[in-house]
């Protein structure tokens, strides 16, 4: 793969990273509610690299191709999404000098990391949209392998731009405990809406 191709890639993904959206949201949560940004951050990149594999490996192409199986994967995704805003909305959470991070292990936040971009059908399709747009098939390198160059190369963009946000948001709301029960919220609500607009999209082409 030739160096113009990953740039023109990295700059078309980088506008995705830096575009708020869900994982901004949760990444933001994991740091005010237990200063567990790098878990969550870990497990959403996992989800990212899932999906990376999926489209590699044309799995991509056949959920597309069975809607039912797309549809669902859009609503249980969809449902974790209006949980997890649903929860922040109800108990938003302030960062507090000296605080312990006890609120859920690191596993848990990477699992519920994975889950918030492993069960986003959007991540899928913008895979498989994007990606084998910068492949080269006549390179030696094959393009299942190009394919997984270039989610790793989005992947890594995400994990500093989220570890950022996520670290950035407690810096600057640590000394605001009110400040930072309004971002709670407001990101919690992101999430519902989020959810609905996803779940509303998916239905709506069923008809």
């Avoid at 609503?75 to 999404?81: Q, T």
């Avoid at 949209?129 to 997984?148: K, R, Y």
Wanted: with cysteine.
């Amino acid at each position: 793969m030739s160096f113009n191709i990953l740039a023109a890639f990295w700059a078309v993904s980088f506008l995705f990273v830096i575009t708020p959206g869900v994982d901004w949201a949760y990444a933001i949560s994991a740091e005010i509610k237990g200063r567990r940004v790098v878990p969550a951050v870990a497990g959403m990149l996992s989800g990212h690299l899932l999906a990376t594999l999926i489209v590699a490996a044309g799995v991509g192409g056949v959920l597309v191709r069975i809607p039912y199986a797309l549809t669902a994967l859009t609503l249980a995704g969809s449902g974790y999404l209006l949980w997890l805003g649903v929860n922040m909305l109800l108990k938003p959470s302030a960062p507090v000098q000296g605080e312990s991070p006890d609120e859920g292990t690191w596993s848990s936040w990477a699992i519920k990391g994975l889950c918030v971009s492993g069960l986003n059908s959007k991540v899928v399709l913008l895979f498989l949209a994007l990606l084998p747009q910068f492949t080269q098939p006549q390179a030696a390198l094959p393009v299942p392998a190009q394919i997984i160059v270039l989610g790793m190369l989005h992947a890594f963009s995400c994990g500093v731009v989220f570890l950022l946000v996520g670290f950035g948001a407690r810096a600057v709301l640590a000394s605001r405990p009110a400040a930072a029960i309004l971002v709670s919220r407001v990101s919690g609500a992101a999430m519902v809406v989020i959810a609905v607009l996803l779940a509303v999209e998916r239905l709506m082409t069923l008809q």
